[in-house]
């Protein structure tokens, strides 16, 4: 009974995965960069880095468009749209303002991003991604 008790207070005293993008972010528009898709967190935020160490992906907040939160319905969904159309892909992203007039949200710059020539918020219109995140 003790072990059980100590082993459940063990497993929910365990924190949470992190977000495993850690380079720091763009600070002003128009700074340019690229790199493959290589984490996807919800339905409108992933990561890009040129190599698979987490501590050079920069961690980016999709400028043009709106995924439902991941907890909200549709989330999970949006979610895997984003991955089916960007994960594993090249991606070329460029930090702009966001409605807020800053460049970074959170620890996320916000940016657009294109994969082959088209922004990876057409392509999830395209692909009929849920929106609806605002």
Same mark, same amino acid.
């Given at each position: ?5 100590? =082993? *459940?207070?063990?497993? @929910?005293?365990?924190?949470? /995965? &992190? ?42 907040? =999709? *400028?043009?468009?709106? @995924?439902?939160?991941?907890? /909200? &319905?549709f989330g999970a969904r949006a979610k895997a749209s984003l991955e089916d159309v960007a994960l594993g ?46």
């Open positions: 009974m003790i072990a059980a008790c100590a =082993l *459940a207070a063990g497993t @929910a005293a365990t924190p949470a /995965a &992190a977000d495993p993008c850690t380079a720091p972010v763009p600070t002003r528009a128009g700074h340019s960069f690229s790199g493959q898709v290589r984490y996807v967190g919800d339905g409108d935020s992933l990561c890009v880095g040129d190599s698979p160490d987490p501590t050079t992906w920069i961690e980016v907040r =999709l *400028a043009d468009f709106d @995924a439902p939160e991941l907890h /909200a &319905a892909r090249a991606a070329f992203c460029t930090a702009v303002r966001g409605r807020n007039g800053r460049v970074q949200v959170y620890d996320r710059v916000i940016a657009v991003c294109r994969i082959s020539g088209q922004s990876i918020g057409t392509l999830l219109r395209q692909v009929g991604a849920p929106q609806g995140g605002r």
